[in-house]
């Protein structure tokens, strides 16, 4: 082999690589790789995207009577932002995941919400309410169901 071929075959070997790695981490915030206790638990990764001009304020978020944050709700989410909030409930058979934002300072409440139980995974008390509410709207797209379960949330 000589020295030129040597070289664009170590190149492609660092390019495939650095490509592995990408893809690695882009898909580590699905659902189906968080950690559980046993198989078959419940877990949640919920992506959210504010779409709006305005930054959305944590006001509250719960993992649940029977889970735990793997990645929490970010404090501030900003206009043109995303974040994916995972949790998991070891020991357990279901899973809701509950994450809730003052759009701007005055603005009105938007709550992102995902139940993850066998038979059942909804989005119901998801939504937007208060000040202005009908400014704003919300969409949601569920990508996997029980036990891991992907929602993606977008909010305009």
Known sequence: MNTTTRRIAAGAAVVAATAGIGF???????????????????????????????????????????????????????PGAS?????????????????????????PTANYEIENMKGNVNTSMSGIWGPHAQNYWMSHTISSRYPNVNVGFDQW
Request: aromatic share 8%.
């Open 24 to 78: 690695a981490v882009a898909g580590a915030a699905n659902a189906g790789t968080l950690p559980v206790t046993r198989p078959g638990e419940p877990t949640i990764a919920m992506t959210i995207t504010n779409h709006t001009d305005k930054p959305e304020y944590l006001i509250g978020a719960t993992a649940g009577q029977s889970g735990q944050w793997v990645n929490a709700p970010q404090r501030v989410l900003y």
């Open 83 to 107: 974040e994916t909030i995972t949790a998991v409930a070891p020991f357990s058979n279901y899973l809701t995941a509950n994450a809730q934002y003052k759009i701007g300072h005055v603005g």
